[in-house]
C-alpha cells in the first residue's frame, strides 16, 4: 500500500516536472491576451465591442498545493535508469545514497546498470560490453563513457588537469577485479559485514565495496584539482564531485550546474570542497 502511495507520488512529480518546464509558456499566452485592446475593453462591463469575446479571462488552472521534497525530484530523476527503488535500510539503498548521483544523467547516450550493485566480474564484463568507450586525451590507458570522455577532453583543452596517479586506467574505467583489489587495501571482510549493516559508512569515502563503483561505469574518474579555474572548467562540462570526502573522486553527471538542485541533488561542502550528494 505504502509503495503504491509512493509510486503516484513519483508520476506526480514528474507531471509536475513537465508542467514547471511549460508553465511559463502558457503564463505569457494569458498575458498576451489580456493585454490586446479588445479584451482590456470587455474587462469594464458596458464598454467596446463584446461580440465574441468572453469578459471573463480564462485564467490557468491552479495546481493544487503539493510539497515537493529534494528526494521526491531525485527519484523522479533516477527513474528512468532505476525502475526500482532499494528498500529504505537495505545494503542498495545504502550504496544508491553514496554513489547514486551518477543515476541523474539526463543524457539518452549514458548507460547506467540496472541496480547498484555489480555482483562480480562477469556481471561487471557484460555491463561494460554494452557501453560505447573513448579515450581520454593524452593518456595511455584511461577510458570512460564516450559522453564522459569527450566533455572531459574538452575540460582538459581548457585547463591542465592532470589524472590523480598519472596516465593509467586505474584512476579511469575499472574492472571488478581492480575495485575488489582496492577494496583489499583499505578493507576487509567485516568492514563489508559494518556497511551492509549500516553501521560504517565513512569506508565509503575512500573505496567501494566490491561490485559497486562509479569507476565500473565508465563514468568517474579520478583527478588532482588544485585551483578554481580547473574546477570551473570540470563543472562546465558535466563533472562533479559527487561522493563525500573522496577528495580526487569526479563524476560525469551531464548536466548545469544550475540544474542539479532541480535534479534533487544537495551540495554539501566539507573541508572547502563542494559536494552534490543524493538526498537520501
Ligand atoms: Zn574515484
Known amino acids: 500500500m ?18 514547471t518546464l511549460v508553465a511559463s509558456n502558457t503564463i505569457n499566452h494569458y498575458q498576451l491576451g489580456a493585454n490586446s485592446p479588445v479584451s482590456q475593453e470587455c474587462l469594464i462591463v458596458g464598454t467596446g465591442d463584446c461580440r465574441g469575446v468572453s469578459t471573463t479571462p480564462s485564467l490557468p488552472t ?23 527503488i532499494p528498500q529504505v535500510g537495505s545494503y542498495e539503498y545504502i ?36 557501453l560505447t568507450m573513448m579515450k581520454v586525451d593524452g593518456t595511455n590507458d584511461c577510458y570512460l563513457q564516450a559522453s564522459a570522455a569527450t566533455a572531459l577532453n574538452e575540460a582538459r583543452s581548457q585547463q591542465n588537469i592532470p589524472l590523480k596517479s598519472g596516465y593509467g586506467s586505474g584512476d579511469c574505467t575499472r574492472s571488478f577485479a581492480t575495485n575488489l583489489r582496492f577494496w583489499y587495501k583499505y578493507a576487509n571482510r567485516n568492514t563489508l559485514e559494518q556497511v551492509r549493516a549500516g553501521k560504517e559508512t565513512a569506508i565509503l569515502g575512500v573505496v567501494a565495496p566490491p561490485g559497486t563503483s562509479q569507476h565500473l561505469w565508465g563514468l568517474a574518474i579520478d583527478l588532482r584539482v588544485s585551483n578554481a579555474q580547473q574546477r570551473q572548467a570540470l563543472y562546465e562540462h558535466g563533472w562533479f564531485q559527487t561522493v563525500a570526502k573522496d577528495v580526487p573522486h569526479w563524476t560525469y553527471l551531464g548536466v548545469k550546474l544550475e540544474d542539479l538542485p532541480q535534479l534533487g541533488l544537495k551540495q554539501q561542502v566539507i573541508n572547502g570542497i563542494s559536494y552534490w550528494l543524493t538526498p537520501l
Open 62 to 84: 491552479p495546481m493544487p498545493e503539493i510539497i515537493v521534497t529534494e528526494q521526491d525530484r531525485f527519484l523522479a530523476a533516477i527513474a528512468p535508469h532505476l525502475s526500482t
Open 2 to 19: 505504502r509503495r503504491s502511495v509512493k509510486k503516484i507520488k513519483l508520476i506526480f512529480v514528474m507531471i509536475l516536472m513537465v508542467f
Open 95 to 130: 550504496l544508491l545514497r553514496a554513489y547514486g548521483a551518477a543515476f541523474i544523467n539526463q543524457n539518452p547516450a549514458v548507460q547506467l546498470p540496472a541496480t547498484v550493485l555489480l555482483q562480480d566480474e562477469p556481471e561487471t564484463l557484460a555491463f561494460q560490453e554494452t
